[in-house]
């Protein structure tokens, strides 16, 4: 297994070929600023802000997936709006849990009888604070 996401499982088997080929990460702090006559800015360290992250997908009939299928029960899992752990390599990403906020996808192929052949696209997470 490759990591998890609550239902969602990323793993490469001969079996089952869902993963996830890459992504980025934001981590980013808040700085609060004083505006100074004659003098340089203050900066005050606010604080942490939300991380985010998102994967890249790709499914394909290809690699024995139905990719519009795939997508589906992606979002049908976020649009429950349950937070879960993000796990990568059996560590955890973060301190906190995170939210599927968006699922952009590229339709890449169609048959001729208009069956959804591949999908690209990513999943966007966010931090979740209760």
Sequence with gaps: MIGSWGPIVFE???RRKFSFSGGSRDVSYRYGRTELVNGKARQQFGGEELEGFHIEIWFSV???L???E???RIADIAVQGESYPFIVGGRPIGKNMFVITAL???WKRISGDGKVL?????VQFSEFVD
């Excluded at 591949?118 to 990513?122: A, L, T, Y």
Aim: glycine share 10%; aromatic share 0%.
């Design 62 to 64: 290809d690699i024995g």
């Design 70 to 72: 795939e997508i589906e």
């Design 104 to 106: 952009p996808q590229e």
């Design 118 to 122: 591949e999908i690209r696209g990513s």
């Design 66 to 68: 139905d990719p519009l």
């Design 12 to 14: 490469m088997s001969a």
